[in-house]
Nanobody, 116 residues
Framework: VQLVESGGGMVQSGGSLRLSCAAS????????MGWYRQAPGKQRELVAV???????TYVDSVKGRFTISRDNANNLVYLQMNSLKPEDTAVYYC???????????WGQGTQVTVSS
């Protein structure tokens, strides 16, 4: 199973980035899909999650700025990030979760750096 993130990079404060997560060897349609991030010296935190039914949840700090979406037909998950702030700087990880069987898959992460 592979989750491969892409789309990270360096952007100025107020800019936008779109992260993508491509899944292979699983069908993401049966998984809750999420984006997490980890900044240097901090714990990994949940940024956004989208359930199999399409319900979305966001951490308060990104509400109104980030949008998570999924394309089950193509096994893709996206995180549209607008109005980026320096505090959004972190490594962003894609996650696939199948709660009933306690299964979690992780990508390798993609760096997002926001300069002031």
């Amino acid at each position: 199973v592979q989750l491969v993130e892409s789309g990270g990079g360096m952007v100025q404060s107020g800019g936008s980035l779109r992260l993508s997560c491509a899944a292979s060897e699983i069908t993401i349609g049966i998984y809750a899909m999420g984006w997490y991030r980890q900044a240097p010296g901090k714990q990994r935190e949940l940024v956004a999650v989208i359930t199999t039914g399409g319900t979305t949840t966001y951490v308060d700090s990104v509400k109104g700025r980030f949008t998570i979406s999924r394309d089950n037909a193509n096994n893709l998950v996206y995180l549209q990030m607008n109005s980026l702030k320096p505090e959004d700087t972190a490594v962003y990880y894609c996650n696939a979760n199948f709660r009933r069987l306690a299964i979690d898959y992780w990508g390798q992460g993609t760096q997002v750096t926001v300069s002031s």
